[in-house]
């Protein structure tokens, strides 16, 4: 027996089952396309700018990016040197300076682009500039996505610390002697030409937060990712700001990344529980523990070709998350509003009551798992990532972590922040899991950071392994990860390591 074609899929993808929703299992707003910088801008918008509307305070909007830049960059243009604002920077400097030195390079869809692209250097670069989607009547919002993030790698007081720590560290005041002076001299001039109702004041973190069994949560992306968050914030005044900007890139980069393809991982965790119970072989709670430990952080291996690995996970995720709000709608009936998704032995009494039902109503289960099958064949595109949310995710993971592209061959190295590379200099290049060297110094910082004790490779990769890379010590030997370590000088022999291999603190002689 077919499931009906006109059955609506979208009620499966968009449009949850109210304990799903509600839950962890949930990505909320799927992520789109995005790159790094777009990330760290976002989070400047996220954290504290504000809009001041007839004495009402607001956050400042993503789609509020486009105006505010058509506004200030045509002003810019029309603005002659005897009319300077400021005084301080004269006004062909200043427009010197927007479009060669503050600006980052375009990317080949953005060459026609009509003003400079402005690496968020300051918060008052991200008024203008490095919004992920600039037109829509709902662009999304990666400075959610972090937010999130640190919730749940948080508790709510240890996330509204972060918040403020973080606000603090982005922020750039020109009378603040610890910034460098060049952010202090650019963020004084683009003060005198911000819109005076656009204010930099910290928002309010939203505490909205699906809880979940704490043993799993300590061994997140997002835990591992405040864990070194609150690292990188200590060393702002040890670097210049635009070196520690491409630190803080480089860890939210794949912080954001890994936390979608865990809770793409904890989705296909949860289906594969459901499952068992249909077929009446449903697996224990200690079973479900045990799998949830050690199968959620399973995403990359050094070297290996990154696209196929991205589809996988997210045409398995589709398919879970479709199954799973299925089976709720159509086998939880009324039963299971009590119930939720926010811990083990909620996910495990879920799982008895719906293969209770089955048994007790005589339904199918060989019917059910076919309805299932059937909805994904409505719609192949869906599921394999060529539209909808699993082409958003998709695009937003190999943005996000890749290289960026630019549209000048010379300026190919500017993005050192990485985590997959392009195996080629041609278009038709495969992408590769390849770290970055900011990323390896931003990695070998953190696993180094705070301990007596020398730290050594192995402590690296399981380090890593906190963000999905899976790497044993003969896959490292043979990777170009131990060519970098070595030609960075971050790593040398120890007697103290047992024979192996000790990790050096890159930065702990900056000042």
Not at 413 to 426: A, E, I, P, V
Request: charged letters at 25%; proline letters at 4%; a neutral charge.
């Amino acid at each position: 027996m077919m499931v009906d074609q006109n059955i609506d899929l979208n009620k499966y993808i968009r449009f949850n089952h109210e304990i799903y929703s509600s839950s962890i299992l949930n990505l909320g707003v799927s992520p789109e396309y995005n790159i790094g910088e777009v990330s760290l801008a976002a989070l400047y918008r996220q954290v504290g700018w504000q809009v001041n509307s007839e004495g009402r305070l607001s956050r400042f909007s993503e789609g509020k990016v486009i105006t505010e830049a058509s506004s200030f960059f045509k002003k810019v243009e029309k603005t002659k040197e005897s009319e300077n604002l400021s005084g301080n920077i004269d006004i062909c400097d200043w427009k010197l300076a927007l479009k060669e030195v503050l600006s980052s390079p375009k990317m080949p869809n953005q060459v026609k682009s009509r003003y400079p692209i402005l690496y968020p250097l300051v918060p008052d670069c991200t008024l203008y500039s490095s919004a992920s989607r600039l037109r829509g009547a709902n662009p999304w919002n990666p400075g959610n996505l972090i937010e999130t993030v640190i919730k749940t790698g948080s508790t709510q007081s240890e996330a509204e610390l972060i918040w403020k720590q973080l606000f603090d560290a982005l922020s750039c005041n020109p009378d603040n002697e610890n910034e460098d002076i060049w952010s202090r001299i650019v963020s004084f001039e683009f003060s005198k030409w911000r819109d005076p109702n656009i204010i930099w004041s910290i928002n309010k973190i939203n505490h909205n937060s699906p809880s979940f069994n704490d043993e799993i949560l300590r061994k997140s992306p997002a835990a591992k990712f405040v864990e070194d968050l609150k690292k990188v914030l200590e060393l702002k005044n040890s670097l210049t700001r635009r070196k520690w900007l491409s630190v803080l890139e480089s860890l939210i980069r794949i912080a954001c990344a890994s936390h979608v393809l865990w809770i793409c991982n904890f989705n296909n965790i949860v289906w594969s529980y459901l499952k068992s119970c249909i077929v009446g072989e449903s697996m224990s709670s200690e079973s479900l523990l045990y799998s949830m430990k050690n199968n959620l952080l399973d995403f990359w291996r050094l070297e290996e070709k990154a696209i196929p690995i991205i589809k996988n996970k997210i045409q398995s995720y589709i398919q879970s998350k479709i199954a799973i709000n299925y089976v709720l709608d159509k086998l939880g009936e009324n039963n299971v509003d009590e119930l939720g998704f926010n811990s083990i032995e909620d996910i495990v009494i879920l799982g008895e009551r719906i293969k209770k039902q089955i048994e007790t109503k005589g339904i199918s289960r060989e019917l059910v798992l076919h309805e299932i099958n059937s909805i994904y064949e409505i719609d192949p595109k869906l599921i394999s990532c060529k539209k909808g949310p699993s082409a958003n995710i998709f695009e937003f993971i190999r943005y996000s972590l890749g290289q960026k592209q630019t549209a000048e061959p010379q300026k190919r190295s500017f993005d050192q922040s990485y985590w997959l590379r392009k195996k080629g200099n041609y278009s038709a290049a495969p992408w590769v899991v390849e770290i970055g060297p900011t990323s390896i110094l931003t990695m070998v910082y953190c696993c180094s950071y705070g301990y007596e004790q020398n730290r050594t490779i192995i402590d690296l990769l399981g380090h890593l392994n906190q963000y999905g890379f899976v790497i044993n010590q003969q896959e490292l030997e043979n990777s170009n990860l131990l060519n970098n370590l070595t030609t960075l000088q971050i790593i040398g022999d120890s007697p103290d390591a047992e024979g192996g291999m000790v990790i050096l603190n890159p930065f702990a002689n900056t000042k």
